[in-house]
């Protein structure tokens, strides 16, 4: 029989396969511990997301009455009662409250986190990429490679801008993928002055010489940050250098597939097939994970 909180675990593991199959497969290089951690703080990013962008959605470890605000709210409210108390009754938030708790995890990254995801509910569009960044980014995808690092033990304070570096190229990358999901949700996660300056319109769900130009642009500053974040793995002991490495190549590789679709992001959704990711996997656990040249 299992405790309440390896069940939590257990759901925690479940949700990142489910949703996060990047995460998934770079944790699987980790050893159990660490493996585990990254399902929960996945598993906490991804009920708060679900709350902003599929509020349909039901799970037992989320607020189900009210609106999405409401939920947020209340959601939030569990998450830093429970980090006071030191655990929950839910399996869920008690496994996520366990594994911040045991790695030291600093309660301020949370601040941010739910400051972005409020954001969602109220902002459709950001004007600059500095405003993206800054006013957005730093809640939702650079404080996630915060909240990771104490996980994957680095060996050196020097790991901290790369990771965070690293959290915003993952997040880059799904604003340049998935341009018609946010489209339906009403949002534009792309900076307005570049779709501007290059007379880009998503909401035509065209790929026009203008679109290719603006994404094309975006692409390269995408690349940009993978080259710092890649730049944390000699910080990283072996373990966690293969979990993030792998992770690294290939969510990099779906900029790849944007690229050779002619920027087309409006068809369909890219993806690294299961069998690729598979055998980037071996390939780590055989030889290490190559670095990959962003220049």
Known sequence: MTTPLEDGY????????????TYWWGAMLLPRAQRRDVHAVYALCRLADDIVDEPEKVDAAVPREGTPAERLVTFRRWFFRALERGGSDEPVMAAIVDSIRRRGTDPECFERFFAAMAADLT???????????????EGSA????????PVLEPTSPAAKEPARALGNAFQLTNFLRDVAEDLDRGRVYLPQADLARHRADPWQRRVTPQWRAMMAEQVVRNRALYAHGQEGLAYLPPASRRCVGTALVL?????????ASGYDVFSGRHRVPDAEKLGLALRAVTLGVPERRFA
């Open 10 to 21: 257990r759901r925690c593991a479940e949700l990142t396969r489910a949703h996060g199959t």
């Open 123 to 137: 902002r459709a569009t950001w004007a600059t990429w500095e405003e993206l960044r800054d006013g957005y980014m």
């Open 142 to 149: 650079a404080v996630i490679g915060e909240m990771m690092l």
């Open 251 to 259: 969510y990099s590789r779906i900029l790849d597939r944007i690229e």
